[in-house]
């Protein structure tokens, strides 16, 4: 009996048919009648499933697979069983993603927690807001003054949007999420519990109490944007903070005021961005990495997990570590203090045998 899901059960398709789709070689034309009824993990795969292999980390799982078929490159095929059907591809786990959005389109996108259609009758909207067609607004949403929402737009349980927000078409806002001060494009994914547009962190420090400094800025996310659940984005204080086009923010990301953050730029899960930094294009952070503010990340630079960041990143580099800085630099350090704790211990181990003797 196959496991209970949340998603719509795919339709069958032929071997030659997800060839066709991903651009890989059946190399058994006769198996190009097969079928498969979905994607699955090597080492979960039966026989109706088609998985992929692209790392000899998984040899094991490979050589033991009940897979029905195998997208691999060129230079694996002869590890394949000989009941693997096998798909040559130039990039596996590409072709294996491109048939699973095929398969599963529904869960790209989610749509209304609640089963609504349209307007929930216990949304607060109030009189001066603009929705166009075909949006939906889930159960207990509150909708402020002079917001406009594009068609297509998927507005949450429980989500509060303030006074003038606008979002574009195409979008969706998790439950539970509330938004000010904030404009957003088209085809933008915030997932539940994010909150943006509040107060960035602002004080002129004194030692009888902290002034607070007005926030006045605003948020902007261009298109194509993706936001993790439990994320929070500070509103500008004089400047706007802006996300760029295309960029994917994971879940519990702290992005302070006046942040900017170019297009396509990957920020992993509980990344701290201190305020007034600038991000550029194409740029990866790993999870937990902390920025110092009004720093420089330069367009497709990567920084390692759980690093801390004092200091401008040149473009196109790589650095890690705590404090972090070029990555060849941080691991021949690290190997230098690793020889240099071998050698303390050594000298220790010798002199502790040398006092056993005495």
């Not at 899901?5 to 071997?15: A, G, N, V």
């Not at 499933?49 to 799982?61: G, H, I, S, V």
């Not at 990344?271 to 902390?290: E, H, P, Q, R």
Request: with cysteine; charged share 20%.
């Amino acid at each position: 009996m196959a496991q209970p899901t949340f998603f719509r059960q795919p339709q069958r398709m032929t071997l030659a048919e997800v060839a066709a789709l991903v651009g890989a070689d059946l190399l058994d034309a006769s198996r190009a009648g097969q079928s498969v009824r979905d994607v699955a993990a090597l080492d979960e795969a039966g026989p109706a499933d088609l998985a992929f292999f692209d790392n000899l980390k998984y040899l094991d799982q490979l050589t033991r697979t009940h897979a029905g078929a195998c997208l691999v490159h060129d230079r694996f095929v002869a590890r394949v069983p000989s009941h693997v059907a096998v798909l040559r591809a130039a990039q596996p786990f590409r072709a294996f993603v491109a048939l699973a959005r095929h398969l599963h389109a529904d869960a790209l996108r989610p749509r209304s927690s609640c089963g609504t259609v349209g307007i929930s009758p216990s949304a607060v909207i109030d009189p001066a807001a603009r929705l166009e067609d075909d949006v939906v607004v889930d159960p207990l949403a509150v909708i402020g003054p002079n917001v406009e929402i594009g068609s297509g737009t998927v507005i949450g349980a429980h989500v509060v949007l303030g006074p003038g927000v606008k979002i574009g078409r195409d979008c969706n806002v998790g439950p539970n999420s509330s938004i000010h001060n904030t404009f957003i494009g088209n085809n933008v994914l915030i997932h539940p519990g994010c909150h943006i547009g509040q107060d960035g962190y602002g004080f002129v420090f004194g030692k009888d109490g902290h002034t607070k400094v007005p926030q006045t800025g605003r948020v902007l996310i261009q298109n194509h944007v993706e936001i993790g659940a439990g994320t929070t984005v500070d509103r500008g204080s004089l400047r706007d903070t802006v996300i760029g086009e295309g960029t994917k923010i994971d879940n519990q990301v702290q992005v302070g005021h006046n942040v900017v953050i170019g297009r396509h730029s990957l920020i992993a899960a509980q990344c701290g961005l201190a305020g007034s930094l600038t991000i550029g294009d194409n740029v990866a952070l790993g999870a937990k990495v902390g920025l110092n503010n009004h720093i420089h990340v330069g367009d497709g630079a990567q920084v390692a997990a759980m690093s801390g960041v004092k200091d401008d990143i040149p473009a196109s580099t790589r650095w890690g570590g705590h404090i972090a800085r070029p990555t060849k630099q941080w691991f021949r350090e690290v190997l230098a203090l690793e020889r240099l704790a071998g050698t303390a211990k050594d000298a220790r181990d010798r002199n502790s045998k040398a006092g056993e003797k005495d």
